[in-house]
């Protein structure tokens, strides 16, 4: 019988394909799309203003990458001159509860968090 620690860290371990969508998709500014698509489709440029930190280039990346992964879609607006609106998908909304949940997690621990860092500053000085 394994004890509860083996168990426990077969359970935690994360493979490369979970590393890399991890890192894809709860990046820096994956999480501020998401937050901004969560409420309504965007447009480049709208997701630019609301975003004011973001680049051109990674905004565009992280759409494609967010796309590639089908959090969201790109859906063109026929329009003059013709548009190009991303709406987040069905998977993408399943994202918001496991998000959630460390947003609570950060909410509720951040405290202990700062306290350890700042005794780990004061060790290196």
């Known amino acids: ?7 426990l860290a077969e359970e935690l ?3 490369a394909p979970h590393r890399e ?6 990046d820096k500014w994956s999480l501020s799309v998401l937050n901004e698509l969560c409420e309504r ?8 203003r609301a ?14 990458r967010l796309e590639r992964n089908g ?3 790109r859906h063109v607006v ?3 001159p013709v548009a190009v609106e991303y709406r987040i998908t069905r998977l993408g909304k399943t994202l918001r509860a496991p998000v959630d949940a460390l947003l609570e997690w950060a909410d509720t621990y951040l405290p202990q968090i700062d306290h350890a860092r700042k005794a ?3 060790e290196i000085e």
Request: charged share 30%; hydrophobic share 45%; with cysteine.
């Open 1 to 7: 019988m394994r004890d509860t620690t083996t168990a």
């Open 71 to 73: 959090i969201i879609e």
């Open 13 to 15: 371990r994360i493979d």
């Open 78 to 80: 026929a329009t003059r």
């Open 120 to 122: 780990f500053d004061a």
């Open 51 to 64: 975003i004011p930190a973001v680049t051109q280039k990674s905004l565009t990346a992280t759409l494609r």
């Open 21 to 26: 969508l991890l890192d894809q998709v709860l």
């Open 41 to 48: 489709p965007c447009r480049f440029n709208e997701l630019r």
